[in-house]
């Protein structure tokens, strides 16, 4: 068992130089911006505004975050607390469940005056997490869950959507 550990132990920054090596890890722009932004995002209540550019999925979109002046950063940014289904869906229901949340999402956010505070990193490189406010929708995870596109989340792994398919969320 001693050797297995010592073996083990020694691999750990042979295993972190490999994955820091391959192409698109943390040392991406978007890695940077990402850490950048969590960084200097201030206090919990900071609200900074952004310019959605796309949404991604129930869940995510990717903005230009306004930090200061001159100094405006893209990144993803994934709502804090929830799960949205996934667009690389694993049934035809998800897939279904997936394209409304995305479209929830996309209203909400067009909503205007949208502001991203409580920033911290989030377990991918690239993205950010967040609490999302826009001119209409004090807080838009809790809006995604009260209207059934998302479920609550905290962390950790997480059930699939087909197993629910039958309580399908709205259209």
Aim: aromatic share 6%; with cysteine; hydrophobic share 40%.
């Amino acid at each position: 068992m001693f050797v297995v550990c010592v073996a083990a132990g020694t691999m750990l920054p042979v295993r972190d130089w490999v994955r820091r090596s391959l192409p698109g890890f943390a040392d991406s722009q978007a890695a940077r911006d990402a850490e950048m932004v969590w960084k200097r995002a201030g206090s919990p209540d900071t609200r900074h505004a952004v310019d959605v550019i796309r949404t991604i999925d129930g869940d995510t979109f990717e903005a230009r975050v306004h930090m200061e002046p001159g100094l405006d950063l893209n990144t993803r940014v994934r709502l804090r607390g929830i799960d949205a289904p996934e667009l690389k869906a694993a049934c035809a229901q998800e897939l279904q469940m997936a394209e409304a949340a995305t479209g929830a999402l996309r209203a909400l956010l067009g909503e205007g005056d949208v502001r991203i505070f409580n920033i911290g990193p989030d377990k991918y490189a690239g993205r950010v997490v967040a609490d999302v406010a826009t001119r209409r929708t004090g807080n838009v995870s809790t809006a995604m869950i009260t209207a059934g596109y998302a479920r609550s989340y905290g962390g950790g792994h997480h059930n699939g959507w087909c197993a629910n398919a039958g309580q399908a969320l709205p259209k």
